[in-house]
């Protein structure tokens, strides 16, 4: 138990360290209200903790520069208008989160090839390379396989298929792009 704590010490204090300084910036500089302050903070580690996939720095340096920049903005958008604030905060601890993939969103790019690939699959689903490549995966790696069938076969999004399979996006994302420079240039164009 003794080992545990001093394991989670350091962390403990730099959160509380953290939130102070927040709590800080929210009160002295911005002067805003504790308890509109507290709220935010509230509703921005609640929203994180519901989505139980909150990305984090590596780098306590890092977390405590972006975490102050992202609520010191919160708060000056609840300091105009508290609803709109709170809105802003859950939209903000989602997209921080791994569920805000924006590699789903319709308008985005994202990478090229993988869209084209994509594009290709999806009007050459009778190929038999293809077939082939399909049975392999199913036979030697079955997370890559069932993310090539839920992607290529069942045209599933990425957030989708990190719920179906109980693995990150970003997991699925880097998959899809080996899958898709194998697709292409062994398949494809081979």
Request: glycine share 4%.
């Amino acid at each position: 138990m003794k080992k545990k704590i001093l394991y989670y010490l350091p962390s403990i204090i730099f959160n509380v360290a953290e939130t102070l300084a927040i709590i800080l910036i929210g009160v002295l500089l911005l002067k805003l209200d504790i308890l509109d302050v507290i709220v935010i903070i509230l509703v921005f580690a609640i929203i994180r903790m519901l989505t139980r996939s909150a990305m984090h720095y590596k780098s306590w340096k890092l977390c405590l520069i972006w975490s102050c920049m992202q609520i010191s903005f919160l708060f000056l958008t609840a300091k105009v208008n508290f609803a709109i604030g709170i809105t802003s905060t859950i939209f903000a601890a989602i997209i921080l989160s791994d569920k805000g993939n924006i590699s789903d969103m319709f308008m985005w790019g994202g990478n090229t090839l993988n869209n084209e690939v994509f594009n290709w699959v999806k009007f050459n689903q009778n190929n038999e390379k293809l077939i082939k490549y399909e049975n392999d995966l199913k036979e030697t790696d079955k997370q890559k396989y069932f993310i090539f069938k839920y992607r290529f076969r069942e045209f599933k999004s990425y957030s989708k298929i990190s719920d179906l399979m109980g693995i990150s996006t970003q997991i699925i994302a880097d998959e899809l792009n080996i899958m898709s420079h194998f697709i292409e240039y062994s398949i494809r164009l081979g």
